[in-house]
């Protein structure tokens, strides 16, 4: 067998190898974009007043007479529910976004619609946050 011909054979054995380590390389990078459009996808979706409430501190005792004004009478002084649910750690089930989106949208009667100015939501999720 001449050298060529061991080359040859030497080559064919590593081009299955080569053609895993790419398919491998390629199924790696298609996941990770896949990743990333479902990371900006998730981004984008949120609305300009979630973003502004999400973007400013919360004050936890402006949200605590927010709360007392506006929510105490369905979901109790203390967020331990009478109307509405029980409200100790909500913000462990549900991320900022959707407490949001709950308190705004009225799509769970008889909760109202409900949209305070961004700082007064922040201050509001900030209060929510002490609820254990």
Not at 3 to 10: D, F, G, H, L, M
Not at 22 to 46: C, E, G, M, P
Not at 106 to 132: E, R, V, Y
């Amino acid at each position: 067998m001449t050298q060529t011909q061991v080359n040859e054979v030497a080559n064919a054995s590593e081009a299955p190898q080569r053609r895993g380590l790419i398919t491998a390389l390629v199924a790696i990078a298609l996941l990770a974009a896949v990743l990333l459009a479902i990371f900006l996808y998730a981004n984008s979706r949120q609305d300009p007043y979630s973003q502004s409430s999400l973007a400013l501190q919360g004050d936890q005792e402006r949200g605590s007479k927010l709360f007392l004004i506006n929510c105490a009478g369905c979901h109790g002084i203390a967020g331990q529910g009478v109307v509405g649910p029980n409200l100790h750690g909500v913000s462990h089930r549900k991320r900022d976004q959707a407490l949001i989106q709950q308190v705004i949208s009225g799509n769970t009667p008889p909760m109202p619609k409900f949209q305070p100015d961004p700082q007064s939501m922040a201050d509001l999720l900030a209060h929510l946050h002490t609820l254990q």
